[in-house]
Every structure is written in C-alpha cells, then in structure tokens.
C-alpha cells in the first residue's frame, strides 16, 4: 500500500506564504505524478497543481504566478524523493480549502495506485 502524510496547512493573513508537504512512503514502485486539490465548503474538490514524472506542470488558473509544485527526485534521502511540495505565495482568501495530495503510479508488482492524503487545512483570512 502506498501511504501519503501531508504538513504545512494553517491559518495565515491575505498575502503571506505557506508551504505544503506531502510524503508517500510504503510500496510506491514508480510514481507517475503527485499533484495537490482543493475543496473549499460547498464546492467540488479541484486541481490546483499537478507535477509528472517528466518534469510536466499543471496549475489551475487561479493559482498561476503564485503556486509553486516541487518534488526534489535527486535527493540523497530516499524519503524525500517522494515528498512533494507545494509553495503558496500571495494568498488570498479564495485560496482557503481542504488541500488533498494524490500521487499515481505503479507499486512494485507493476499494480497501478492513485491515492489521496487526508488533508490540511489552508485558511486565509486577515
């Protein structure tokens, strides 16, 4: 099984920064992406940022300029390899939701995994 922590939510005024973190450990294999959605109250859960394996970005349009996705896949420590981040700047109180981590793959007998996270919270409000 693959199994996602995430880190870094938290209440924060319009403007600031926060960084998100997500670690996937377990039978990972090989990760074909890792990305992070939304879900404010009311609304259904969106993309906000998506990072393949080759390098490919995808943000949501509301974000762009503002978000950064990252995973650093040469880092030494393996743990790492499999964190992914998400660098908020600006943020404005639209920006508040539910931030889910999901990452695809395919574990080591070749089975393909999508998973989520359970979520942080992200409030923006002065």
């Known amino acids: 099984q693959v199994h996602l922590v995430e880190s870094g939510g938290g209440l924060v005024q319009p403007g600031e920064s926060l960084r998100l973190s997500c670690a996937a450990s377990?039978?990972?294999?090989?990760?074909?992406?890792m990305g992070w959605y939304r879900q404010a109250p009311g609304k259904e859960r969106e993309l906000v940022a998506r990072?393949?394996?080759?390098?490919?970005?995808?943000?949501?349009?509301?974000?762009k300029g503002r978000f950064a996705i990252s995973r650093n896949s040469a880092n030494r420590k393996v743990y790492l390899q499999n964190t992914v981040y998400l660098q908020m700047n600006s943020l404005k109180p639209e920006d508040t939701a539910a931030y889910y981590c999901?990452?695809?793959?395919?574990?080591?007998?070749?089975?393909?995994?999508?998973?989520w996270g359970q979520g942080t919270q992200v409030t923006v409000s002065s």
């Open positions: 999901n990452t695809q793959g395919w574990n080591t007998e070749l089975r393909p995994y999508d998973v």
């Open positions: 377990g039978d990972i294999g090989s990760i074909n992406a």
């Open positions: 990072l393949e394996s080759s390098g490919n970005t995808t943000y949501a349009d509301s974000v």
